[in-house]
């Protein structure tokens, strides 16, 4: 490789900067001179729903070291139209009665500009009917297809993360292709789950192929062995998706029950989610194949943009955390608090928002956007975002576990994930 190549592949900070439209200059001015041309000297207040305790603790913590360094990345730039970006973060607990309540207090004791992001699919879907009634954009993180489903209301959008019926739609080719036809799933029993058990079942369908036997899991249990027994002789592919505290334990339990003699295994990344694929008993793992959102590992043809986006987060090429090895991220997901706080920016921006009364037309400068490249703003890929059904869309990732680490075998093209419409939300009032 040249010398002027070897340059050109590495993006530096400064060219970073650059690159999102802020120069070396205003990179070095004090934060008073970055600011000097707001209307107001107040800051932009974004109301974090966050999972610091309860089954989504792991992805909550990741969620808050993403948004933080997304929103400090924006705050370098300038802020959103010359405001500072500030955070204010509230634990739900994993709870949908609680994600209401941290909801409310957004709109009316901390006067938000927006709510953001919701991971679990059951607290977003208990959390987003009060965000409507309060009339507070609410942008969740969560990939349930409650958004696209029609299900909740035009102040809830998912611009930052594709959803499971797009996700499964493009994974059921490559399994019915490559590793079987006949198929049991495993799934938690809630939202999430069911939307796995639905979407797969009719994707894997449409592939020749069927689905024997439905395992559905409480999220919160801690032991699995007693329910695989009910996976029928004949199955070729386990399809696997489990979340929570316990995720370890059901993967090391599923290797103990089979030993040696498995059926192809694909599994979405959530089994796996903030676990060492290296951990004593994932052994048996090697050869089974992963869909990931964002690859965890740093692949050979990795991108500046996500080159940029693992330092600023601090995460290796591994995909744990830069001061400890072991503190595994949860990258397939996280990437969506960049991503979507960047959309929101760029919302603000093109409905020149100001204050709450400007929120309709931050929700319709929103519904207006569509390509979103591949950039330091987006760095999981490109992506298109259908403002009808408040739904983005993009690539999805299948890897092969090969020697202990996740190897990207296959890309799907973002048409893969398309499906037709099933809402129009601007037809409904703001």
């Known amino acids: 490789m040249s010398e002027a190549k070897k340059t050109n592949s590495k993006l530096t900070r400064r060219e970073a900067l650059k690159t999102l439209g802020l120069g070396a200059a205003s990179a070095s001015l004090p934060l008073w001179a970055r600011y000097a041309s707001a209307q107001t000297a107040e800051p932009i207040k974004i109301g974090f729903q966050v999972h610091r305790t309860g ?35 509230e634990d739900d607990g994993t709870d949908p ?76 080719p490559f399994v019915s292709e490559n590793l079987g036809k006949k198929v049991t799933m495993i799934f938690p029993d809630f939202a999430f789950g069911h939307d796995h058990r639905d979407f797969f079942t009719a994707a894997i369908e449409a592939q020749g192929g069927e689905v024997l036997e439905h395992i559905a899991i409480p999220p919160t249990e801690t032991s699995f062995t007693k329910y695989f ?24 339990e599923l290797g103990e029950f089979f030993g040696p003699r498995r059926p192809e295994i694909f599994g979405f990344i959530d089994s796996l989610e903030a676990v060492d694929i290296a951990s004593p008993g994932l052994e048996f793992l090697e050869g089974t194949y992963f869909w990931e959102g964002n690859p965890r590992y740093a692949q050979e043809n990795q991108s500046d943009f996500d080159r940029f986006f693992r330092e600023r987060v601090g995460v290796d090429q591994n995909g744990a955390s830069v001061s400890d090895p072991k503190d595994v991220s949860t990258y397939s997901h996280m990437f969506g608090c960049w991503e979507t706080l960047h959309v929101a920016k760029a919302g603000m921006e093109a409905a020149g928002y100001q204050g709450a009364q400007d929120r309709a037309k931050l929700i319709e400068a929103v519904e207006a956007m569509k390509d979103m490249p591949h950039s330091i703003a987006h760095p999981q890929g490109a992506k298109v975002f259908n403002g009808k059904t408040h739904q983005v869309f993009g690539h999805q990732y299948i890897t092969k576990v090969v020697d ?14 398309f499906y037709p419409d099933e809402v129009d939300y601007t037809l409904q009032t703001l």
Not at 58 to 74: F, H, P, Q, V
Not at 140 to 153: D, F, I
Not at 230 to 250: C, N, Q, S, W
Request: glycine share 10%.
């Open 404 to 417: 202990g680490k996740l190897l990207l075998v296959h890309t799907t093209s973002i048409e893969d994930t």
């Open 55 to 89: 089954i989504g603790a792991a992805y909550g913590r990741w969620y808050e070291r993403t948004t933080s360094a997304a929103a400090a990345l924006i705050n370098e730039q300038g802020g959103i139209n010359g405001r500072p970006v500030e955070i204010i973060a």
């Open 97 to 172: 009665k609680r994600g209401a309540e941290v909801v409310e207090k957004f709109a009316t004791q901390h006067n938000c500009d927006i709510g953001f992001g919701t991971l679990f699919s059951h607290v977003v879907i208990g959390s987003a009917p009060r965000a409507g009634e309060l009339k507070l954009p609410y942008f969740v993180v969560s990939e349930g297809h409650h958004v696209a489903s029609g299900m909740l209301n035009r102040y809830t959008l998912q611009p930052g993360i594709t959803d499971v019926k797009s996700q499964v739609q493009a994974m059921a």
């Open 229 to 252: 027994p009910k996976i029928p002789r004949d199955t070729e592919v386990i399809y696997h998706v489990m979340v929570g505290p316990a995720v370890l334990t059901f993967v090391k």
